[in-house]
């Protein structure tokens, strides 16, 4: 079981990132898709997450600036991220739920200020 994460990096202020993550190996149908983050000296928050059937959900933070997707198809989660803060900047973890919980290994977006 796999989840390839890409699509990080450094960024200015007000720049867009796009993330991607491919799900592989896992054998059930895919429930719920998503990113959370891990700043510095913060624990793991949540960012978005999208159901198979498309309902999305957002942190506070993010609505507005972030747009979460999905290929259902190919097992991929997509975010991307507008209007990017020096405050969003954190590792991104992919997150995939079907009867147990999978991660990615973490994707570095930095944002300038």
């Known amino acids: 079981v796999q989840l390839q994460a890409s699509g990080g990096g450094l960024v200015q202020a007000g720049g867009s990132l796009r993330l991607s993550c491919a799900a592989s190996?896992?054998?059930?149908?895919?429930?719920?898709m998503g990113w959370y983050r891990q700043a510095p000296g913060k624990q793991r928050e949540l960012v978005a997450t999208?159901?198979?059937?498309?309902?999305?959900n957002y942190a506070d933070s993010v609505k507005g600036r972030f747009t979460i997707a999905r290929d259902n198809a190919k097992n991929t989660v997509y975010l991307q991220m507008n209007s990017l803060k020096p405050e969003d900047t954190a590792v991104y973890y992919c997150h995939a739920q079907t009867w147990r919980n999978y991660w990615g290994q973490g994707t570095q977006v930095t944002v300038s200020s």
């Open positions: 999208i159901a198979s059937g498309g309902t999305t």
């Open positions: 190996g896992i054998g059930f149908s895919i429930k719920v």
